[in-house]
């Protein structure tokens, strides 16, 4: 990097402390890198079990076990529609700050990670869970009614915040449900009651559908090694001038690595030394008219810049996935699959996953920045709009279902990838 380059440090203390309340956490001494636990990762802090994980769990990449960052916080390229960042902060399409040394980045964010768990996610939050749930269990057998959150608190010996916390995770795991027509008072499901023969067959209940206690002390302490870096949290990575020796840095850690971009930096992805075990490359939209009104890319060019990316794909010593960001009525149309199966065969990555995007933070301004007077449901997908369009695109490419995430709204398709073997590797 040239000693020349005068660096100009826009990174305000109110950017920070905006962040900060978002449970985000900024790393290093230059203030453009961060960490944040996803929700993946709590839920399977309270289980330890592989249903309580997110996609990357095809891939035998552990929520738990995974670092969540990113190396450009505040920058990127793109002020995409459904980001869930507060765009009028962002500080743009370049790279403005004196860039921190990868090996001190990474030393903090693993710093920071397990600090986060030990204290903010700590193991006795997960075990206090563990005996509410079989209390409120036992509560709703015993009284043989529906109970609110309220009613429910008053008897057992927990804050409202707990018990909603395990009434939430309970209802998730199909052990209990909204009452018909109130969605404040909850049942065991009758599934579940007919298995329910005295109290004393509940705990043995739990432990064998939901967790045991074992489980949730083992799955806790193993997430103090974290194993898998996702460098995919807010921002562009590849505006980050030192991303190829960040990467070499989680491999000398022995942690395996997936990065998430835009695609509009062609020349840096041929210019890195360090791969990634897997490249994310995002396809919002199969055309340019559609990518500008969704991406709304800063740069000129942006198009081709993905276009050219996606030529690269074939010839990286990584993997590589297209990854096809659906919003409802924008780009997840019947009429814009000959358009994607046409990049797709062109890019020849290894899988071709679609996901929908997540409606919460700022994403939900999409209709304002769209200028769009319909209702969020219009843009948001459900499981069932992204399952009829995978299904299409799969039976039009030949490219076979992998892979279905109800909970991640998330579908994964082989494109050219070696059939033996999904587990990645440093």
Not at 145 to 165: G, M
Not at 345 to 350: D, F, L, T
Request: one cysteine or more.
């Amino acid at each position: 990097m040239s000693t020349e380059k005068k660096w100009k440090n826009e990174i305000t203390e109110q950017f920070i402390q905006d962040y900060l309340k978002s449970n985000y956490r900024i790393v290093g001494k230059n203030k453009h890198s961060a960490i944040k636990p996803c929700h993946w990762l709590e839920q399977r802090l309270m289980t330890g079990r592989d249903n309580q994980n997110c996609y990357k769990g095809i891939f035998s990449v552990k929520s738990n076990l995974c670092l969540q960052n990113t190396p450009s916080v505040p920058f990127c390229n793109h002020q995409c529609v459904f980001c869930w960042r507060d765009l009028q902060s962002s500080l743009g399409a370049t790279f403005n700050v004196v860039p921190d040394e990868p090996k001190e980045l990474v030393n903090e964010m693993i710093r920071h990670q397990k600090n986060l768990i030990q204290n903010h996610l700590p193991l006795k939050r997960y075990i206090d869970n563990y005996h509410i749930i079989i209390k409120i269990l036992k509560y709703i057998l015993k009284n043989n009614k529906s109970e609110s959150i309220q009613s429910i608190s008053r008897i057992i010996d927990a804050s409202k915040t707990k018990i909603d916390r395990a009434i939430v995770f309970l209802k998730n795991m199909g052990f209990m449900d909204y009452i018909e027509g109130d969605i404040n008072h909850y049942c065991i499901k009758k599934s579940i009651k007919r298995q329910i023969k005295s109290d004393v067959d509940i705990e043995p209940l739990v432990n064998k559908n939901i967790t045991t206690l074992r489980e949730i002390e083992k799955v806790h302490e193993e997430s103090m090694k974290p194993k898998h870096a996702a460098i995919s949290l807010d921002g562009e990575p590849f505006l980050y001038p030192l991303l190829s020796d960040f990467v070499a840095e989680f491999k000398k850690r022995k942690m395996t690595t997936f990065i998430v971009s835009n695609g509009t930096f062609p020349e840096r992805i041929e210019s890195m030394e360090h791969f990634p075990s897997q490249l994310y490359i995002s396809l919002s939209a199969s055309n340019e008219k559609t990518y500008k009104k969704i991406c709304r890319p800063m740069l000129k060019n942006s198009w081709e810049k993905l276009m050219k990316t996606m030529d690269l794909l074939g010839s990286l010593s990584c993997r590589t996935v297209v990854r096809i960001t659906a919003v409802k009525n924008l780009n997840l149309k019947e009429i814009f699959i000959k358009e994607y199966l046409d990049i797709i065969k062109r890019a020849k990555p290894n899988f071709l996953d679609i996901k929908g995007f997540t409606l919460q933070a700022k994403a939900l301004l999409i209709k304002e920045r769209l200028k769009s007077s319909e209702d969020l449901d219009f843009f948001f997908p459900e499981f069932e709009d992204i399952k009829e369009f995978a299904e299409k695109i799969s039976n039009l490419g030949n490219f076979p279902t992998l892979y279905k995430n109800e909970r991640s709204r998330d579908i994964l398709l082989g494109v050219n990838w070696d059939k033996k073997k999904l587990e990645i590797s440093n």
